[in-house]
T-cell receptor
């Protein structure tokens, strides 16, 4: 299957700093990318959907000024957690899809963010 | 056996047994479903998918059953192995004609040697 690479896999940052997570599609063009957040022993919660070249669509309750998403190319999307707080500590997972209609989305390996 | 509570539902089985993991979905308009396997500390991994015009689909050691009447999916794993131990999620197409994976609650499968 197609490969989605997420970087870094783990990051520890201090409260108040910003952290950028990258999501790359390695062997296909990702017209759409999804960002999820997952707390321990819980399901993946969709944060936002981004289409290349346009603004991300955020789910209800997700602060767009806190979680900045950029999808500037067909192979790269970034999620920046701004002014991080300990409650932002979580597992962040990206997913990428080629095409629009009923096609499989491929997932990155996730990023474990710890804010201290 | 299977237990459901405040935490992730857990299914414990012996190696070699068949496992059945269930999932209820919410949107009657959903037309595409996927089962994912997630190992600890990793992203979800595609297992098998099914479209709403089918009620059964088989893969290697896995079968997915879809009951649209009661909005229910199941994943059957034959001859379960310790390497199958993981959390399993079903995801439905919640975006109308554009697939946006929306995940269900998940079930933790524990396979005892």
């Amino acid at each position: 299957g197609a490969v989605v690479s997420q970087h870094p896999s783990r990051v520890i940052c201090k409260s108040g700093t910003s952290v950028k997570i990258e999501c790359r599609s390695l062997d296909f063009q990702a017209t759409t990318m999804f960002w999820y957040r997952q707390f321990p022993k819980q399901s993946l919660m969709l944060m936002a959907t981004s289409n290349e070249g346009s603004k991300a669509t955020y789910e209800q309750g997700v602060e767009k000024d806190k979680f900045l998403i950029n999808h500037a190319s067909l192979t790269l999307s970034t999620l920046t957690v701004t002014s991080a707080h300990p409650e932002d500590s979580s597992f962040y997972i990206c997913s990428a899809r080629e095409g629009q209609l009923n096609t499989e989305a491929f997932f990155g390996q996730g990023t474990r963010l710890t804010v201290v | 056996g299977e237990s459901v509570g405040l935490h992730l539902p857990t299914l414990s089985v012996q190696e070699g047994d068949n496992s059945i993991i269930n999932c209820a979905y919410s949107n009657s308009a959903s037309d595409y479903f996927i089962w994912y396997k997630q190992e600890s500390g990793k992203g979800p991994q595609f297992i098998i998918d099914i479209r709403s015009n089918m009620d059964k689909r088989q893969g290697q050691r896995v079968t997915v059953l879809l009951n649209k009447t009661v909005k229910h999916l199941s994943l059957q794993i034959a001859a379960t192995q310790p390497g199958d131990s993981a959390v399993y999620f079903c995801a439905e197409n919640s975006g109308g004609g554009s697939y946006i994976p929306t995940f269900g609650r998940g079930t933790s499968l524990i396979v005892h040697p």
